[in-house]
């Protein structure tokens, strides 16, 4: 089975610098996706950023950007220029691109602060 | 809808009885996403809808829960004999299609006292 681990349970960041989220994962699977979401204290879980396996290139969104190392299975988000809109709990997950397993396994996360 | 709706946005419920927690997913959108969000972890998977048929319930933790999506809309969540182990958030969400970008709701909060 899968499994996603995300090692920091908090992490903080002063508004306009930049903070990086780790997150390692575990497959045997060759062919996957890799995704980054941003849970606000409305609970509703919004997508920041996906990676295709396959990929090479890093996937980046506006000030989003990740840093993929798929033989160390590593998957780390880099927020830019942060903003107070920025501070929310961060998942990071996985699914698997096989056959019609569409679930998501999804790390415990890291509560991100922006201070001003 | 413009998004995904759950109902209700929290439910306090007695260690026994039995609760429904409902999910309208956005108009149009075949895959429907049962998740539950225990205290301090991430969404854990429950079951995945396609249509009107649950394609795959590998994750729904015990023969207490159940779901259905009978029209292949509206989903409906149903818990018998609660337990406080149940309490947690409960998501759904929903894509067009099972690849596609899903969209969640702002879950049900439940609690078993």
């Known amino acids: 089975a899968q499994t996603v681990t995300q090692s920091q349970p908090e992490m903080s960041v002063q508004e306009a610098e930049t903070v990086t989220l780790s997150c390692t994962y575990d497959?045997?699977?060759?062919?996957?996706?890799l995704f980054w979401y941003k849970q606000p204290p409305s609970r509703q879980m919004i997508l920041v950023i996906r990676?295709?396996?396959?990929?090479?290139q890093n996937a980046t969104e506006n000030r989003f950007s990740v840093n993929f190392q798929k033989a160390a299975k590593s998957f780390s988000l880099k927020i830019s220029d942060s903003q107070l809109g920025d501070a929310a709990m961060y998942f990071c997950?996985?699914?698997?691109?096989?056959?019609?397993?569409?679930?998501?396994?999804f790390g415990k996360g890291t509560l991100l602060t922006v201070n001003p | 809808g413009a998004g995904v709706s759950q109902t209700p946005s929290n439910k306090v419920t007695e260690k026994g009885k039995y609760v429904e927690l409902r999910c309208d997913p956005i108009?149009?959108?075949?895959?429907l996403y049962w998740y539950r969000q225990s205290l301090g972890q991430g969404p854990e998977f429950l079951i995945y809808?396609?249509?009107?048929?649950?394609?795959?319930d590998s994750g729904l933790p015990n023969d207490r829960f159940f779901a259905v999506r009978p029209e292949g809309s509206v989903s409906t969540l149903k818990i018998q004999r609660t337990e406080r182990g149940d309490s947690a958030v409960y998501l759904c969400?929903?894509?067009?299609?099972?690849?596609?970008?899903?969209?969640f709701g702002s879950g049900t909060q439940l609690s078993v006292l």
């Open positions: 969400a929903s894509s067009a299609a099972p690849n596609e970008k899903l969209f």
């Open positions: 497959t045997s699977e060759s062919d996957y996706y």
């Open positions: 990676q295709e396996a396959y990929k090479q």
């Open positions: 997950a996985y699914r698997s691109a096989k056959g019609s397993n569409y679930k998501l396994t």
């Open positions: 108009s149009g959108h075949t895959a």
């Open positions: 809808f396609q249509g009107t048929g649950a394609a795959d």
